[in-house]
């Protein structure tokens, strides 16, 4: 044994972490932990600790997985290196994610104070993580955390994180705190669980005094579809549509979206057209009445397209609608999207002056691959805009780039095509 650890002597005087963990593999190879000396194993663990301090990401790896053979001797100098203000991150991340493998006091409460300082995102999932893992140890520590008003914003956060059943008593006794953060917090965590509880809280959160918490209720309602008509979710969200916070709104209508029925869609379309609705929300709604890929939504689109003025204001709200058509994926809706851009495109609308939005209508109708697109984008191959008709070619690669070049081709060598045409088509050609 004491060669093997003279060997892991050297090896850390040379900084070679594979050697030194070939060595520490040998040590438990040997010889079963429970017979080792409290000496062998004290310094074992340093030189494990130390690979873990200093080696790559592989070497820390394959450490890791020994080091849960030291025992609880390990959580000390695991803290340490949590505590540990020049520490590597990765370092750190693995001293975690090795912490939540022991459900002791201390390894608890030292993931719950790195959650409680840490900046560092992948520190602070990973001792979510591990403290979900711990289960209900981790779970009864922070609950008593949760009565100490110096505590509880870190306490409800970190009960938020772990996400497992047990968290929903002690979530439940925040909901009415005085501190909005801490009821949010709560709120959001408890919209993940399926709890028969949690419904009759969201709907009453929807008429909190503060918008944070109106927002995670909105959201937390919009992903219960499934009781879309059970609960009437439109009636209960459309108010929150009109809500003072314009990011209420704006989640509402994402929540709405996700209903995917005809009321819904009717609700939002309502909001899209009136007058008082800020542009941010029209693009919101926008958005929402695509993810829905419905045709009655597809529809609200078309006639909001048409209805509204082509004015300067509105612009971002017209091609946000061309966008959200082009994005469709069911392959009747596609149909049905590249009909209502090309008809738009050869209509002579007012909109169609701009050529941000042809460029969009190009755009959209590459991506949505009908066949009967290539005509009208051959069209735009004679754009005065340069823009509009590289747009335009791009589309064609996208929606058939064989039967595209084809037809260029065709266009080209024909004597009886208009002389525009004939050109965009050789332009393309040299641009294919």
């Excluded at 695509?290 to 091609?319: F, K, S, Y």
């Amino acid at each position: 044994m004491s060669n093997v650890l003279e060997q892991a002597e050297d090896a850390l005087q040379q900084n070679n972490w594979c050697l030194l963990h070939q060595c520490l593999q040998q040590v438990f190879i040997d010889r079963p932990a429970q017979e080792l000396s409290d000496s062998t194993l004290e310094r074992a663990l340093e030189l494990a600790i130390a690979v873990l301090e200093a080696g790559d990401f592989q070497e820390r790896w394959d450490v890791a997985k020994l080091i849960p053979a030291f025992g609880d001797r390990a959580i000390a100098p695991l803290i340490d290196l949590l505590r540990d203000d020049a520490a590597d991150a990765e370092a750190q991340w693995f001293a975690t994610r090795i912490l939540g493998s022991y459900s002791q006091p201390d390894s608890v409460m030292a993931l719950v104070k790195l959650l409680q300082t840490t900046e560092n995102e992948d520190l602070s999932s990973m001792a979510a993580e591990a403290l979900a893992q711990m289960g209900t140890p981790a779970i009864a520590a922070l609950t008593a955390l949760v009565t100490d008003s110096d505590t509880r914003v870190f306490a409800v956060r970190s009960l938020a994180q772990i996400r497992r059943a047990e968290t929903i008593d002690p979530l439940l006794t925040v909901v009415d705190d005085p501190q909005a953060t801490v009821r949010a917090i709560a709120i959001e965590a408890l919209s993940s669980f399926h709890d028969p509880r949690v419904l009759s809280l969201l709907v009453r959160a929807l008429s909190d005094p503060a918008a944070l918490v109106r927002q995670e209720a909105v959201v937390g309602l919009g992903m219960r579809s499934e009781l879309a008509e059970a609960m009437n979710l439109v009636a209960l969200l459309t108010d929150r549509l009109l809500d003072v916070d314009l990011e209420v709104c704006q989640k509402t209508a994402m929540a709405l979206g996700r209903m995917r029925t005809q009321a819904a869609a009717a609700t939002l379309f309502q909001a899209l057209n009136a007058a008082q609705t800020p542009t941010p929300l029209r693009l919101s709604i926008v958005r929402a009445l695509g993810w829905m890929e419905t045709a009655i939504a597809l529809d609200l689109l078309r006639q909001t397209l048409l209805c509204l003025e082509p004015t300067t204001p509105l612009r971002p709200v017209h091609q946000e609608i061309i966008t959200v058509l082009g994005r469709c994926t069911e392959p009747d809706l596609q149909r049905q999207a590249a009909q209502l851009l090309i008809a738009l495109l050869t209509s002579g609308h007012a909109l169609t002056a701009d050529p941000a939005v042809r460029r969009a209508i190009a755009t959209g109708l590459g991506a949505l691959k009908q066949q009967n697109a290539l005509e009208a984008l051959m069209e735009l191959l004679t754009d005065e805009e340069i823009s509009v008709r590289l747009h335009a070619i791009a589309a064609l690669k996208a929606l058939d780039a064989t039967t595209a070049h084809q037809r260029l081709t065709s266009l080209v060598n024909h004597a009886d095509v208009p002389e525009a045409l004939k050109q965009g088509a050789a332009i393309a050609l040299q641009e294919w």
